[in-house]
């Protein structure tokens, strides 16, 4: 399956593998349960959900020109993530991605299912990551230029 059906059906719009349904039906449960903790609510488990955090990762490889950006900003809009993403000038691609963690994991996670687990991809590295301040007034996530 190529990038584009793959996005495709994670946004609804059929097709796909059992292995892509099941991806977006993680999604789907994560985005859930941010909503849920925006309005105060716990899961049904009684899990603690953690407060927002924001991640600033470092990613290397294969990241530019393969829709590595594009593929990130769905998988956060997808999970209502807040943040940004851009390209850098030597070859690696920076982020900071918000949310709980739950959220920022699934943002991570798929993003590794994809280019690290297809063998026609080139695949990621995480060269960075560290926690930093969460921001204020950002509503979505989006690519930075």
Do not use: C, H
């Not at 059906?9 to 849920?36: C, I, P």
């Not at 991809?121 to 007034?137: C, H, K, L, Q, S």
């Amino acid at each position: 399956m190529g990038l584009l059906s793959f996005m495709r059906e994670l946004a609804g719009g059929g097709g796909g593998t059992s292995e892509d349904k099941l991806m977006k039906q993680e999604l789907e449960q994560v985005r859930a349960m941010a909503e849920a903790a925006e309005r105060g609510e716990q899961p049904s488990d009684g899990s603690p959900l953690g407060p927002k955090i924001r991640r600033r990762y470092r990613f290397t490889g294969s990241v530019q020109g393969v829709g590595f950006r594009w593929t990130a900003t769905n998988l956060a809009n997808s999970v209502g993530a807040t943040g940004w993403i851009r390209n850098e000038a030597d070859g690696s691609v920076t982020a900071e991605i918000q949310g709980i963690r739950e959220q920022v994991d699934a943002v991570i996670d798929g993003l590794d299912r994809y280019y690290n687990g297809r063998r026609f991809m080139g695949g990621f590295r995480i060269e960075e990551a560290r926690d930093i301040v969460t921001a204020t007034d950002e509503y979505d996530f989006k690519p930075v230029y």
